[in-house]
């Protein structure tokens, strides 16, 4: 089969094209899965980088996540799936032409949309999903602050912030990017390398912060999130993109009664409730672009440049 993989550690150019054996069923519960598109998460970035401690452990070592596509075969425990149902989701190792994946981690894909629209959407609003509704539990008509309103994953919490009237306010770093962020639902839109994020947060509620902010990126925002909380309010965070370690105050954490929340995403409880409202027209996957398999290292410089809005995917030969 094709696929798109490293033998080492390094920069995009690390990653190859070609020829690799297809992999094969290894538990009862898993499909194979025929896929037909996948998309870029930075967790992609940091195995092929061998950082934030996603160093690969074998290789030929094949990136990736998300993947939409046709059922192959399933294992012996699969009820759900069976040779040529059109699934999406969540596998391992879907910079390739076959991937396996957990029955658990699946779910039908409703027949409007498209491979490449499908495969944008399992990893980023599964994170979105669980961290605002499940964990943060957002409520109607709060105020959010969404940080980095052009990433996936701030693509797709907009989404899930609009759907439950919240007023959002989110970041980005380009006037472009901020009024595509509006589309989605955004109400306000910061461009943080202009001005300071967390003092037009402040302007914006009346000098209160606000209830819930979703971070994503770590170290450089942490101070400036932290600020825009108001008395009570809540801080989500999935990740920890450009660094992990940050000061904490702890007489401000317990003087205004914050909280804070650490998650990651959990297809396998959220995404069937994601797709219902992705059958409804309440969420859609955003796709910034769309290219070749092949251009795999292409589409990893893109996606270190941050030039880009909502999800690169790859397709399929």
């Known amino acids: 089969m094709k696929a798109a993989y490293i033998t080492e550690t390094g920069d995009p150019d690390t990653l190859t094209y070609g020829e690799l054996p297809e992999p094969t069923i290894a538990a009862p519960t ?9 998309s870029l998460n930075r967790r992609d970035v940091f195995a092929r980088e061998g950082s934030h401690g996603t160093r690969p452990t074998r290789f030929p070592y094949v990136p990736g996540l998300d993947l939409a596509g046709e059922v192959l075969a399933v294992g012996p425990a699969v009820s759900r799936f ?16 076959v991937a396996r994946a957990r029955e658990d981690s699946l779910v039908a894909m409703p027949a409007s949309l498209s491979y490449e629209e499908a495969a944008a959407i399992p990893t980023v609003f599964s994170a979105a999903y669980h961290m605002l509704i499940c964990r943060a539990h957002l409520g109607l008509g709060e105020t959010m602050l969404v940080m980095a309103g052009g990433s996936g994953v701030g693509s797709a919490a907009i989404q899930i912030g609009k759907a439950m009237s919240a007023r959002i306010i989110t970041t ?19 461009n943080y390398k202009e001005e300071d994020f967390a ?46 370690l940050v000061t904490l105050h702890l007489g401000q954490l317990w003087t205004r009664d914050l909280t804070l929340i650490g998650t990651a995403q959990r297809p396998a409880e959220d995404l069937a409730a994601i797709v219902r409202r992705v059958e409804q027209g309440v969420f859609h996957g955003v796709v910034d672009s769309v290219l070749p398999l092949e251009a795999a290292a292409e589409a990893h410089r893109r996606l270190e440049t941050s030039d880009f809005f909502g999800k690169i995917v790859l397709a399929m030969p």
């Open 172 to 190: 980005a770093s380009s006037q472009e990017k901020l009024e595509r962020a509006k589309a989605l639902g955004a109400h306000v839109g910061v």
């Open 30 to 38: 898993e499909v194979l899965v025929r896929v037909r598109a996948t």
């Open 82 to 97: 069976k040779s040529g149902d059109r699934v999406m989701g969540e596998g391992s190792a879907t910079y390739a032409e």
């Open 199 to 244: 003092a037009r947060v402040r302007e914006e509620t009346g000098g209160e912060g606000v209830d819930l902010v979703f971070e994503h990126i770590g170290t450089p925002v942490w101070d400036g999130c932290f600020a825009s909380l108001k008395r009570g309010g809540r801080l989500v965070t999935c990740g920890v993109t450009a660094g992990h």
